[in-house]
């Protein structure tokens, strides 16, 4: 009797552990917080770019669209023969490019098949709260979103990825973005490099580190948030591209969780940028680096016919390796980069009725916004439909050390009126939804609240988001 029990006792603790085990080595969304290995991209068989596919519309009919994303988990090769848990929108690691015109009726089916609740929001875009996809719209288990909006602002290059509470920055890690293109007439008519995965080119920049089994290591005891040890573009550790002697057009994402990149190429030539993060520049800005934040989109144009066929060259961030551009044979190049671009019309500063100012504070899990943390049940600011507010942003200085903050505003784009008093750069002068703030600087923008609803604002360094950076503005009649 008494060894009956005793055998059926260990049978069962057998079983627990062995579903336990399992259950652990088949868990999909696995993130280790244990000890990096180094990855060297020099031993390593470089990548070719991957390109992300544009996502086919199933509405036949002109100017309506239907988009069907389905939100998932899987595995990535990014080492050698090893996989990593990864999760993506269609396929394993990030997702399809959303190609849109202004004036279309888009009508989006999104399925969440993860194990967890997660959102869709549309970074950038112009749209009412009840479609912006932020913490209020949470997708559940197994459950499809269906917003609809029509496209309603200039081209663009725009993204989405998932903000839940305590959620966004390891699904965002573990791969979950996308890209949005927004065409109009005007993007049309310029003879600019515009074939998508030929001379137009998505390259979404973050970084990752990985542990000895091949798994993404995610490190958030850092005051700056979760920092990797690798560039990966488009999903592929600092991989290379085969380009022909002709300008290209590079659209170009920060979609890492924390860090900042400051690009150049490594013979420290020039390039152009033509785009921030609304859309065109007035006209385009001849620079030989790019700083770019995190959330911050901008659009540049290399000219390759300036090297020779069999160069290799690097783009970098700091000392850090992003990729590789091989140099290939002459080419019939017939686009142009215009001398203006697009008609952007400055805010009048007259005619702003608000006036806001946000305090960013602290480093690490000691962040705050204007004094206090998120709360999804207080709404800490009002707008009036269509008025027009200047806000006053501010990093400050802490005991832990001086940091700046990439501040985010949902549903709107604005402009930067000046940077401690002075006027922004050339490049910051077009439309603006992600700011850089640094250390110690106040920042002045000017912003028009044209869509209704509940609208997130935040500093999108994801662990400061998460640990409460973060305010909500409702705008009504
Ligand atoms: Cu890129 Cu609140 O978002
Ligand atoms: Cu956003
Ligand atoms: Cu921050």
Redesign the pocket.
């Known amino acids: 009797m008494k060894n009956k029990w005793y055998v059926g006792a260990l049978i069962l603790g057998i079983a627990i552990i062995f579903i336990g085990y399992y259950g652990l080595n088949k868990d999909s969304t696995r993130i280790n917080q244990g000890k990096n290995v180094a990855v060297n991209s020099t031993e390593m068989d470089l990548r070719e770019l991957p390109i992300p596919a544009l996502l086919e519309d199933m509405n036949p009919k002109v100017g309506i669209s239907d988009y069907y994303l389905s939100v998932q988990t899987g595995t990535t090769n990014f080492i050698e023969d090893k996989l990593t848990a990864t999760m993506g929108y269609n396929g394993s690691y990030l997702g399809p490019v959303l190609k849109l015109t202004r004036g279309e009726e888009v009508n989006m089916h999104i399925t969440n098949e993860l194990n967890d609740t997660t959102s869709v929001?549309w970074?950038g875009l112009e749209v009412n709260g009840t479609e912006d996809g932020?913490p209020h719209q949470v997708v559940g288990i197994d459950t499809t979103w269906e917003p609809t909006f029509t496209i309603d602002q200039p081209a663009a290059t725009l993204?989405f990825?998932p903000?839940v509470i305590g959620t966004t920055a390891t699904q965002v890690y573990l791969g979950l973005a996308g890209l949005i293109l927004i065409e109009d007439e005007n993007s049309k008519s310029l003879n600019l490099p515009d074939e998508y995965g030929v001379n137009d080119i998505p390259l979404i920049i973050q970084d990752r580190s990985f542990d000895a089994d091949g798994f993404f290591i995610y490190n958030d005891n850092m005051m700056n948030g979760v920092v990797g040890d690798v560039i990966i573009v488009n999903g592929a550790i600092t991989p290379y591209l085969d380009v022909q002697q002709v300008k290209m057009r590079f659209r170009i994402v920060n979609g890492a969780n924390a860090s900042n990149f400051n690009l150049k190429l490594n013979d420290h030539s020039e390039f152009y940028q033509i785009a921030s993060d609304g859309g065109l520049l007035e006209k385009p800005v001849l620079s030989d680096s790019l700083f770019i934040s995190p959330?911050e989109r901008a659009e540049i144009i290399i000219d390759f016919s300036k090297f020779n066929e069999g160069e290799k060259i690097e783009l970098k961030s700091g000392n850090k390796q992003v990729m590789t551009f091989r140099i290939g044979g002459e080419s019939n190049d017939l686009t142009t980069i215009p001398e203006t671009l697009a008609k952007i019309e400055p805010i009048d500063e007259s005619v702003a009725t608000g006036m806001k100012t946000i305090e960013l504070d602290g480093a690490g899990h000691m962040v705050s916004l204007n004094g206090r943390k998120f709360d999804m049940n207080r709404i800490d600011d009002n707008v009036v439909l269509g008025e027009v507010e200047i806000w006053e942003i501010t990093a400050n200085g802490t005991m832990m050390g001086k940091m700046g903050h990439p501040f985010?505003i949902?549903g709107t784009q604005f402009q930067i009126l000046s940077r401690n008093g002075k006027e922004p750069g050339a490049n910051e002068q077009g439309w603006k939804d992600?700011v850089y703030i640094q250390a110690d600087e106040t920042v002045r923008i000017i912003v028009k609240f044209k869509n209704e609803g509940v609208f997130?604002y935040?500093c999108?360094i994801l662990e400061h988001?998460e640990a409460g950076m973060?305010g909500q503005l409702e705008v009504k009649e």
């Open positions: 929001h970074h932020g993204w990825h903000h959330g985010h949902h992600t997130m935040h999108h988001e973060m």
